[in-house]
């Protein structure tokens, strides 16, 4: 079964610095797209941070300069480094990969999503 699995979040003060992990296991062809995403109280889900899967980066323009999006090919693995937090980044972070993968004996492309991580910035 393909699965995303988050860590990382956590209770941090302002101006601190917290770092995500998403690794994705199973019967994975291959990775495209990999996205963090946020979710504040009462907000709508944004996008965070974009990188493909060769490594060509975009951020949300309330992160740039201060988060970095990374991956690791060989690990299925993404990163969010997060750097100068402030209380307005707390929110619930998800992952998201475009993936190509086995479901059964069928290989499909589609989204999924990790289960969330909390990052909270608080004095």
């Known amino acids: 079964q393909v699965q995303l699995v988050e860590s990382g979040g956590g209770l941090v003060q302002p101006g601190g610095s917290l770092r995500l992990s998403c690794a994705a296991s199973?019967?994975?062809?291959?990775?495209?797209?990999m996205t963090w995403y946020r979710q504040a109280p009462g907000k709508e889900r944004e996008l965070v941070a974009v990188?493909?899967?060769?490594?060509?980066?975009n951020y949300a323009d309330s992160v740039k300069g201060r988060f970095t999006i990374s991956r690791d090919n060989v690990e299925n693995t993404v990163y969010l480094q997060m750097n100068s937090l402030k209380p307005e980044d707390t929110a619930v972070y998800y992952c998201?990969?475009?993936?190509?993968?086995?479901?059964?004996?069928?290989?499909?492309?589609?989204?999924?999503w990790g289960q969330g991580t909390q990052v909270t910035v608080s004095s």
């Open positions: 998201n990969a475009k993936m190509r993968a086995y479901s059964g004996i069928y290989l499909t492309n589609r989204d999924y």
């Open positions: 990188i493909s899967s060769s490594g060509s980066t």
């Open positions: 199973g019967r994975i062809f291959s990775i495209n797209d």
